[in-house]
């Protein structure tokens, strides 16, 4: 037999602990094959400050096969989902959100296409109604942009809900960054892959915890672990700006031997000043962004703290 292990980050979710935990055993005991694959759930508590905590363990005290990683405070939910990796004890493994969002029934596809020998199983979402007119936009333009600088592309429309092997698993947590993109994270790693394909639902309680600013902090985060294109753009504008400068140059002295220079006013010069100070100004934002990354890399800080760890 063979176990599964799901993965759910929780943070401020007491509206949806109790319905998750009943339609989660609902599905396992009417839609999965009990001879061979067993279940564990591993909820990570990402410091909320509701009653998410007693609920979690109140229902461990009724269910064996519910283990709690509780944080010393909010770390975030990549952080949360890598505890969550390294806590896990199943052969098989799926991170998978509190709300629902993402349709329990499709864990039946993904166990079908691992047991036709798939280390890696994803789930690509075929209608995002659900979503935000925004979100929509904004998702679709990261995959974009994000696909268009790194070499290893990301699946659009393809969130951390799927189903890994363990050794995809142990192979991730070989990976020693501080400052994690775990989307990025489980593609870099490789291992056979395919798709399953559904539609996403609505949340069965409560509300999202990702607003547009955490959402453009993940998108930044993902494009500078992954790529130093943004770096390199620099330089590029830098070359273009060079040559027109030159050609803009040999106008002036062209007119000044030939025709005489005639009198311009400053708007072109404060015009291409500001430009050229913006571009400046840019580039050092996005230097700062990476310095900052190796700032935060190097102190070695750990990427979670574990208060508790209640396991049977």
Known sequence: ????????????????????????????????????????????????????????????????????????????????????????????????????????????????????????????????????????????????????LVDVKLESNVGDFRLMDKQVVEEILKLKENQLFMKGLFNWVGFKTTIVEYTREERIAGSTKFNFLKLFKLALDGITSFSNFPLKLFLYFGLIIAVFSIVFGLKIIIEKIFFGISEHGYASLITAITFIGSIQLIGIGILGEYIGRIFLEVKQRPKFIVKKYYTK
């Open 1 to 148: 037999m063979k176990t599964i292990s799901l993965i759910v980050p929780v943070y401020n979710e007491e509206a949806t602990i109790e319905v998750f935990l009943n339609e989660t055993f609902v599905f396992y005991n009417n839609s999965i094959n009990k001879s061979k694959y067993l279940l564990e759930i591993v909820f990570i508590n990402d410091g909320s400050k509701d009653s998410t905590l007693s609920l979690l363990i109140e229902n461990f005290s009724k269910y064996n096969n519910i283990h709690i990683v509780d944080f010393s405070r909010n770390f975030g939910k990549e952080n949360a989902l890598f505890a969550g990796l390294s806590y896990a004890k199943g052969d098989i493994v799926i991170p998978i959100d509190v709300d629902l969002q993402d349709p329990l029934i499709v864990i039946s596809e993904m166990l079908t296409k691992y047991e036709e020998g798939f280390d890696v199983v994803l789930a690509k979402r075929i209608d995002r109604n659900s979503d935000s007119f925004l979100k929509r936009i904004s998702a679709n333009l990261f995959y974009d942009l994000y696909n268009s």
